[in-house]
């Protein structure tokens, strides 16, 4: 008979993390374990993040959601849409699962990545500061070898942002560094036009979420007539019908969509996501959302199954000062899985 049970786990930032919604510390994962009760050795574990002030998910009841579902384990796997209001406990589950039904090794998504044979390019994400420190920030993850670069802005002085970008470019071309932007919605709907068509002077790859979300009538307009190429991020959370979600992509017609599996339910649940993108010619790629290397490892296993081009948004695992020991490792711009490196979970884990 399948059981289920579950663990908080606090996970301490290295360095305060400066997002469009505060300086975050510490984060909260809480991990799911499934296992046979014949086989208790034998567990798949899954990670449900939720992000505080950006997940569709209300924290305030998730453990009693958590307790509820690993008492009922069996409802909530035949019938996952019982937890459409709990995206990140969804994908927590979903992610057990694969992991058991897999022999409970971590390997998800058996490929080339997880036998080391070949790796995931991703972008290197400039996280919020000081000018100076974000421009220190840059110019390391270059000299570290990324040639994707992602800033996040709207959070500084908008020409002080300018002058980061116009920093990049005196010393790279658009061939050799690309830049991607992540607004996080922060500019108004007045002038966000203007705005963009000053960035289009630098040669950006794309913008993420322009204006904040829910003003479909405003960021269609913008993704008619913007000069970057505009990406859904916030705008897909709290979307689960299929109809809803055709219905956004063919209203707004932007050009990328930003895939968080945490955020949006899990890999079934993207899957319909990367479909209807598809189905009309939208380009996507898979983004991490400050999981463990838990979650790190699930997602890029599964992003890679995917065989999709694009450089990713995926996290590198370095973030946390009490992250799990795991066979991911960063060389460059390219996420690696070392199957010679083992596990390493706290001792009340085993």
Known sequence: MLK??????????????????????????????LFDDQNPKVYGIGECAPLPGLSFDN????EPVLEQTCNNIGQYIVNSDRLADFPS????????????????????????????????????????????????QIWNKIATGFDYIKLKIGALNFDDEIDLIRNIRKRYTESEIKIRLDANGSFRTNDALEKLKRLSEYNIHSIEQPIRQGQQKEIAALCRTSPIPVALD??????????QKKELIRTINPKFLVLKPSLLGGFKQCREWIDLAEEYQTGWWITSALESNVGLNAIAQWTYSLGNREVQGLGTGQLYSNNFISPLLMDGNMLQFKPEQGWVFPDEWR
């Open 59 to 62: 924290q305030q009841n998730l």
């Open 89 to 136: 406990v969804r994908f927590g589950i979903e992610m057990a699962m694969i992991d058991l039904n897999n022999g409970g090794k971590r390997i998800l998504f058996a490929s080339d990545f997880t036998e080391g044979a070949d790796s995931i390019p991703i972008h290197g994400l400039i996280w919020m500061d000081d000018l100076n420190s974000m421009q220190k």
């Open 234 to 243: 916030e705008e897909l959370i709290g979307i689960r019908e299929l109809e």
């Open 4 to 33: 289920a049970r579950f663990r908080k786990y606090i996970l301490i930032f290295k360095q305060p993390a400066t997002t469009s919604r505060g300086v975050l510390k510490a984060k909260s994962s809480w991990f799911i374990f």
